[in-house]
């Protein structure tokens, strides 16, 4: 990547308990494309700021935020470092996610050629799932799978998922930040849909590409592979969504599609995922968490 392309990205990786090796990986792809790198560390066990001293790669910062405060409040703070310093881009990436060696240059590139952009992202490959997944629209009551025609596609879509995402510091001036209360889940998709409502458009970029591990190992499904979270995190999902359908401001039409979709997973994973009681405990909680406009961190023992 060239200089100019490279100047004023800083990536923001969020970790919580990360697995070393694959967090290098990370690291050592990610810091010849961006200007400079952020670790926000959500309170890990391990010694992160001594391993990342013993490896002693340049461009590379250490925030310790010494207990888990959820993805979004950890991407703020990330953010706000960026703004700090005068990043013109903000790149945030998941601790397990390996970008391609060109794949900020391709982000950028999108940016510069569309008017109003909310963010770019890639289309990732997980090498458990149906690959490659296609980038997800809502239009009209119907859920639209746009998979890529070609390798130079460039797709409108309604949100990006947050690893990947390169957002014009421009924009997060205008949208805001991420929603800290969801604390993890439906993030990206509340910011993506709140910036659409600010007149930005989000695309998903054929040409870009990145290694990205969704959820635990999925669940196989007659021929298809079933990307499967665990119970806490289903919590979070169904609860968030619930959040999100009582927001005023949120399309009616993405509500129903959205909805219908959540009432068929709280079905699939109750049948299917193991252990069966605990994810369907965990769901139940969160609707009725949401419908009780419940947020932040669970405690537990709490209903």
């Known amino acids: ?31 010849p494309q961006v200007t400079s790198v952020v670790v926000v560390d959500n309170g890990s066990h391990s010694d992160l700021a001594a391993w990342n ?33 005068g990043a013109e881009f903000v790149l945030l990436m998941d601790q397990d996610s390996i970008p391609a060696p060109d794949m900020v240059e391709k982000l950028i590139s999108t940016i510069s050629e569309r008017s109003s952009p909310a963010a770019a992202g890639p289309r990732y490959l997980d090498e458990r799932q149906d690959n490659p997944p296609p980038f997800i629209r809502v239009r009209g009551l119907r859920l639209e799978r746009c998979a890529c025609s070609t390798e130079e596609s460039v797709v409108p879509v309604d949100y ?46 054929c040409s870009a590409h990145m290694q990205h591990s969704l959820g635990e190992n999925p669940i196989k499904f007659f021929s298809k592979n079933i990307p499967l979270h665990s119970p806490l995190r289903h919590y979070y999902h169904f609860r968030n969504a619930l959040l999100l359908y009582k927001e005023p401001w949120v399309p009616l039409n993405w509500k129903l599609v959205d909805g219908w979709r959540l009432c068929l997973k709280y079905v699939f994973y109750s049948l299917f995922a193991k252990p069966c009681m605990a994810h369907w405990r965990m769901m139940t909680l969160g609707v009725w968490h949401g419908l009780a406009g419940k947020t932040g961190k669970l405690v537990r023992g709490a209903s």
């Open 160 to 205: 990006l998922i947050a690893s990947g995402c390169l957002i014009p510091m421009s924009v997060l001036d205008k949208v805001g930040g991420m929603r800290n209360d969801l604390f993890i889940d439906y993030v990206d998709i509340e910011w993506g849909l709140r910036a659409r409502r600010h007149g930005f458009q989000s695309y998903g970029v």
């Open 1 to 31: 990547m060239t200089q100019s392309h490279r100047s004023g990205v800083v990536a923001v990786v969020v970790t919580y308990q990360p697995t070393l090796e694959v967090l290098e990986q990370l690291l050592d792809a990610l810091v």
């Open 53 to 85: 001293s013993e490896r002693g790669i340049r461009g590379v910062e250490l925030l310790r935020l010494g207990e888990n405060r959820g993805i979004a409040d950890a991407q703020n703070v990330g953010i706000q470092w960026a703004r700090n310093r």
